[in-house]
T-cell receptor, first 109, second 113 residues
Framework: RKEVEQDPGPFNVPEGATVAFNCTYS??????FFWYRQDCRKEPKLLMS???SGNEDGRFTAQLNRASQYISLLIRDSKLSDSATYLC??????????FGTGTRLKVLA | DAGVIQSPRHEVTEMGQEVTLRCKPI?????LFWYRQTMMRGLELLIY????????DSGMPEDRFSAKMPNASFSTLKIQPSEPRDSAVYFC???????????FGDGTRLSIL
């Protein structure tokens, strides 16, 4: 089993739709969690850190469920510019960041 | 504030040549990471440094790869001799205390002919 698992997608959604991604992790001692977005042939860019209490940044909401060992990302009112690959990253507290393989999102006009 | 700076952005060279990739981390960050990304294998961690000291180089594929960090503001990844299968995008990232978010440079797109 992979340490961090994501549904690869692609998720094809119309503009304005709400879409959610989940990411599961296997190490219960994991300490910090992040969502990144990566556009084709570009570097991963930090989208948001994920906190136990959940956090929101505009149209984006991230949640952490430690009991079930997953994190989620919700995108509301999706835009064409949201089309990208979304990477889930888990830090185990050993200075190693474990990346998921990413979920591809395509927002359609 | 300046982000992570990598150079060159693109490198095309013939197999057998030495390739040197450069990285300047965010000022104050004490962890530096080198990654390689390909379509087939995704993002792979090659090596990381803490306070300029290499901590884990288990991801370095072969002895042809070496990395150094002579000071807190500069690191290099060297491939000698280069081979076509080394073609990939190489990213450098830095973070604070090793648990905060990583910040990536723009990457170096390396093509070995």
């Amino acid at each position: 089993r992979k340490e961090v698992e994501q549904d690869p997608g692609p998720f094809n959604v119309p503009e304005g739709a709400t879409v959610a991604f989940n990411c599961t992790y296997s190490n219960s001692a994991s300490q910090s969690f992040f969502w990144y977005r990566q556009d084709c042939r570009k570097e991963p860019k930090l989208l948001m850190s994920v906190y136990s209490s959940g956090n929101e940044d505009g149209r984006f909401t991230a949640q952490l469920n430690r009991a079930s060992q997953y994190i989620s990302l919700l995108i509301r009112d999706s835009k064409l510019s949201d089309s990208a690959t979304y990477l889930c990253v888990v830090n185990k507290g050993t200075y190693k960041y474990i990346f998921g393989t990413g979920t591809r999102l395509k927002v359609l006009a | 504030d300046a982000g992570v700076i990598q150079s060159p952005r693109h490198e095309v060279t013939e197999m057998g040549q030495e390739v040197t990739l450069r990285c300047k981390p965010i000022s104050g960050h004490d962890y530096l990471f080198w990654y390689r990304q390909t379509m087939m294998r995704g993002l792979e961690l090659l090596i990381y440094f803490n306070n300029n000291v290499p901590i884990d180089d288990s991801g370095m594929p072969e002895d042809r790869f070496s990395a150094k960090m002579p000071n807190a503001s500069f690191s290099t990844l060297k491939i000698q001799p280069s081979e076509p299968r080394d073609s990939a995008v190489y990213f450098c990232a830095s973070s604070l205390r090793g648990v905060g978010p990583q910040h990536f440079g723009d990457g170096t797109r390396l093509s070995i002919l």
